[in-house]
């Protein structure tokens, strides 16, 4: 099987910045793509970022110049800098891998990690 771990959210105030981490681990013989996805009180999710394995990145536009994805696939572990936070990124992000696992590396699955919260709020 495949987890998904994230971590790095919290309280912050309007205009500060937090770093999220999204540890994969597991059978993994590749990840194709991963994203942040999150989804706000009485809101539907929404994709925040993506970016495949040779680091092509897609922003949604209300982060765009404020977030910045990346990965580092050794670790199998991708990262979203958030800075000039405000309160409308308020939600829980969660963490996504589109995965090959070893043993059937022509298959692609998908995994979604538990979700952690951002609050921004003075």
């Known amino acids: 099987q495949v987890q998904l771990v994230e971590s790095g959210g919290g309280l912050v105030q309007p205009g500060g910045s937090l770093r999220l981490s999204c540890a994969a681990s597991g059978s993994i013989f590749r990840i194709p793509a991963m994203g942040w996805y999150r989804q706000a009180t009485g809101k539907q999710r929404e994709v925040v970022a993506t970016?495949?394995?040779?680091?092509?990145?897609n922003y949604a536009d209300s982060v765009k110049g404020r977030f910045t994805i990346s990965r580092d696939n050794a670790k199998n572990t991708m990262y979203l800098q958030m800075n000039s936070l405000k309160p409308e990124d308020t939600a829980v992000y969660y963490c996504?891998?589109?995965?090959?696992?070893?043993?059937?590396?022509?298959?692609?699955?998908?995994?979604w990690g538990q979700g952690t919260q951002v609050t921004v709020s003075s």
């Open positions: 996504n891998a589109a995965v090959r696992k070893l043993g059937s590396p022509l298959r692609v699955d998908d995994y």
């Open positions: 970016i495949t394995s040779d680091d092509s990145t």
